[in-house]
C-alpha cells in the first residue's frame, strides 16, 4: 500500500503495469528496484535540469598554466620520484561504463587492441605501466577502479581469469558508483524488463562519494596516500604515472592540477578551464564568446584549455569534494525500455530519454585554486567508438618504438 501511495505522488504508477502477471520472485525484484529509488530526488533532478545555467563571463579569469618544463624537468623528476619512493601516490580509473557505442556489451577496460600482432586488454595495458614502476622502484602503486552495477562483477571476474595480469591483488581495489534511474522526456521512469526499473551509471562526479561510502578514503589515509591520479579507462596513451607532472605540481605546491589540451582551432565545442568568482571553474560552450577564445596574455591563448579528465588531487581534497552533492547534469540518451502498452521491448533508433550525471569537474569549484598543465595530442586518444580502435592502436603502437 505504501509503495502504491508513494508511487500515486510521485505520478510513477505506471511502474506497476505489470505487477500482476509478475511471479513471486519478480514482484520482489520490481518492489526492490523502486525501493531504491529516491522519488523526490528524481524529481527535483528533473526540475532543475530544465532550468538555464547563469554565468556572468565578466567574473571570469585565467588559471596558471604550465605549458613547458624542460628546463626544469630534472628537478620535477626528483620531487615527483620522491612522493612514488614514499608510496604516497594512488590511481583512480574510472571503469563504470560498458562499451555500448563499440558494439560490445562487456567492460571497455577488457576491450582488447591488437598491439604488434598481440591481443592486450586496455586493464592489461595501465597495469604494465604500474608493473614498470615497481621494477625501477620496488613500489607497487595502489590502484583502485570504479565500476558500475552493470559492469562489476564482469570486471572483476576478468582480473580473477587474468590473475590480476601478475600484479598483487591486494593492491587492487574495486568499488561500484552510484546508479540513477533513467527518465523519458515527460519524468517518467522507464522499465528495463517487467519485473527490472531502467537504470544507469550517475556519473564520473560520483567518483568521490563512492569512494568515501567504499571506505577507501579511509584506506587511502590509513596507507598515508597523499596525492591520487583520477583518469578514465578509454585513454590507451594515459600515462599513469607520471613523474614530471606530479614533481611539478608538488613544487607549484598545488592540492589539484589537471592535464589538458588546447583547443586547435577556435570553433571546437568544448568547454574550457578558467576561474569563475576566482574558483576553478569549466565554462561550458554558450558562454565562449569569441572575445573569450581569443584573448591573449603574454603572447598565449587563456582560454582554450580542454579537459581530458586527467586530474591529479590531494588525499585531503578528495575527502572534502566526497561531502559536496554536486548538481546532476541531464543527457539526452537512447535506451530501450519496455513499452507499458505491450509490454514488449523497445529498441531505440534515436534519443528517447534523460539520463543525470555528476560531472567530476563540477568539484573543483570547491577548491581553493587550480593548476592547468598542457601536454599535446600524443597522451590523449580515446576510445569512444568502433572507428576509434585501429586508430588507437596505431598510436599505442608508435610509443613503443624507440
Known amino acids: 500500500m505504501f509503495t502504491k501511495l508513494k508511487l500515486n505522488y510521485y505520478n510513477q504508477q505506471h511502474l506497476l503495469t505489470f505487477y500482476n502477471e509478475l511471479n513471486n520472485n519478480e514482484k520482489i525484484n520490481l518492489l526492490n528496484d523502486i525501493k531504491k529509488i529516491d522519488f523526490k530526488l528524481m524529481h527535483d533532478i528533473y526540475v532543475e535540469s ?22 626544469k624537468k ?3 623528476q626528483i620531487i615527483g620520484e620522491e612522493l612514488i619512493k614514499n ?7 574510472m571503469a563504470g561504463g560498458n562499451a555500448s557505442r563499440l558494439g560490445i556489451s562487456y567492460p571497455k577496460g577488457s576491450l582488447e587492441l591488437n598491439i604488434n600482432n598481440k591481443k592486450i586488454s586496455l586493464f592489461e595495458m595501465y597495469i604494465n605501466q604500474l608493473k614498470e614502476i615497481y621494477n625501477k622502484y620496488q613500489i607497487y602503486i595502489n590502484l ?3 565500476t558500475s552495477t552493470t559492469n562489476n562483477m564482469q570486471t572483476i571476474t576478468f582480473f580473477k581469469e587474468h590473475n590480476y595480469f601478475d600484479y598483487p591483488k591486494d593492491n587492487i581495489q574495486f568499488f561500484i558508483q552510484d546508479d540513477l534511474p533513467i527518465l523519458d522526456i515527460e519524468g517518467k521512469v522507464l522499465l528495463k524488463e517487467k519485473d527490472k526499473v531502467l537504470f544507469g551509471p550517475n556519473g564520473n562526479g ?41 614533481g ?32 576553478p571553474f569549466m565554462l561550458p560552450t ?22 581530458i579528465t586527467y586530474h591529479l588531487i590531494s588525499t585531503d581534497l578528495v575527502e572534502k569534494f566526497a561531502h559536496i552533492n554536486l548538481r546532476y547534469n541531464r543527457a539526452y540518451k537512447k535506451y530501450n525500455y519496455i513499452d507499458l502498452k505491450t509490454g514488449e521491448l523497445v529498441i531505440a533508433n534515436s534519443n528517447n530519454s534523460f539520463k543525470f550525471e555528476r560531472f567530476i569537474f563540477d568539484a573543483f569549484y570547491y577548491a581553493d585554486d587550480m593548476l592547468l598543465y598542457r601536454v599535446d595530442t600524443s597522451e ?18 608508435k610509443r613503443l618504438i624507440p
Open 50 to 71: 530544465y532550468k538555464d545555467e547563469d554565468v556572468n563571463v565578466n567574473n571570469i579569469s585565467p588559471l596558471k598554466c604550465i605549458t613547458n618544463i624542460d628546463n
Open 74 to 76: 630534472d628537478n620535477y
Open 87 to 93: 608510496n604516497e601516490y594512488a590511481v583512480v580509473i
Open 144 to 146: 583502485y577502479i570504479m
Open 206 to 246: 560520483n567518483v568521490f562519494k563512492s569512494l568515501l561510502n567504499s571506505g577507501y578514503i579511509n584506506d587511502m589515509k590509513k596507507k598515508n596516500i597523499k596525492y591520487v591520479l583520477f583518469s578514465t579507462v578509454d585513454n590507451a596513451l594515459t600515462k599513469l604515472v607520471d613523474i614530471p607532472f606530479i
Open 248 to 279: 611539478c605540481v608538488l613544487d607549484e605546491k598545488y592540492k589539484l592540477a589537471t592535464k589538458t589540451i588546447t583547443k586547435q582551432d577556435s570553433n571546437e565545442k568544448d568547454y574550457i578551464f578558467c576561474k569563475y568568482n576566482n574558483h
Open 286 to 307: 554558450e558562454f565562449i564568446t569569441e572575445e573569450i577564445t581569443n584573448k591573449i596574455i603574454d603572447n598565449e591563448y587563456v582560454y582554450r584549455e580542454k579537459n
Open 380 to 397: 590523449f586518444c580515446p576510445i569512444k567508438k568502433y572507428e576509434d580502435i585501429e586508430k588507437v592502436e596505431k598510436e599505442v603502437v
